[in-house]
Structure formats: structure tokens, C-alpha cells
């Protein structure tokens, strides 16, 4: 399984970005998908997930309201959409895929140890 976020860029506060992970290797319909961030000098921490179907989404509270999360199965793609960025958003973006298929908690999906495949990473800077 490979993941292939981008997006990524600098952008001002109160502006828009939004990020894409393409997935390969498996069939990715199958699959709930992640996005964490972890920003200089921080731990990792969840930022949203989505599951299989697409029908459900979690997020975390400091990104709720202002984030979305989507994915096209069609182009095995998972999207974040971002909006009104704050410089507290700055932060290495990453995609991640699990490896249990089909329906999972919301719970499981907030964990990272959930996760089995993680991308490359896409850095978001935000400006004051």
C-alpha cells in the first residue's frame, strides 16, 4: 500500500488549502482513511478520518467546524479540506490507511496505532 498526500504550501491566516492522499496497492473502497498532523517540537495527533463508504467522519475538536474530510473511491483519493487556517495549523500533514477493512468504531479511527500505512507527509505553514 502506498499513500501520496500533496497539497501542501503556505498560505495566510484565515485562508483556504486543500489536501489530497492518493491510495495504491489495494483496493482503497475497502478502507477507512486518516489524516494526523504533527507539528515542531509536538507528538503526532489525529486530525480527521473518514470511513469506507465515505458515510461517516470524526474530527478533532481543535479542527471541527473549519476542516472536512472526503474521498473520492472512484480516483482512490482522500481529501481535507481546510478553511479559516490559523498559524496553530501549521504542521506536517499525513495521510493513513489501516489495515482492518470495512466497518470500524470511531473510536478505532481517532487512534493512531489504528493505522498501518502512513504517507510521506505534506507541510502546512500558516502566517500570521
Known amino acids: 500500500v502506498q499513500l501520496q498526500a500533496s497539497g501542501g504550501g503556505l498560505v495566510q491566516a484565515g485562508g483556504s488549502l486543500r489536501l489530497s492522499c492518493a491510495a495504491s496497492?489495494?483496493?482503497?473502497?475497502?478502507?477507512?482513511m486518516g489524516w494526523f498532523r504533527q507539528a515542531p517540537g509536538k507528538e503526532r495527533e489525529f486530525v480527521a478520518a473518514i470511513s469506507y463508504s465515505g458515510s461517516s467522519a470524526i474530527y478533532s475538536d481543535s479542527v471541527k467546524g473549519r476542516f472536512t474530510i472526503s474521498r473520492d473511491n472512484a480516483k482512490s483519493t482522500v481529501y481535507m479540506q481546510m478553511n479559516s487556517l490559523k498559524p496553530e495549523d501549521t504542521a506536517v500533514y499525513y495521510c493513513a490507511a489501516p489495515n482492518r477493512r470495512g466497518p470500524v468504531t470511531s473510536q478505532a479511527m481517532g487512534g493512531d496505532n489504528f493505522y498501518r500505512y502512513w504517507g510521506q507527509g505534506t507541510l502546512v505553514t500558516v502566517s500570521s
Open positions: 496497492g489495494r483496493t482503497f473502497s475497502n478502507y477507512a
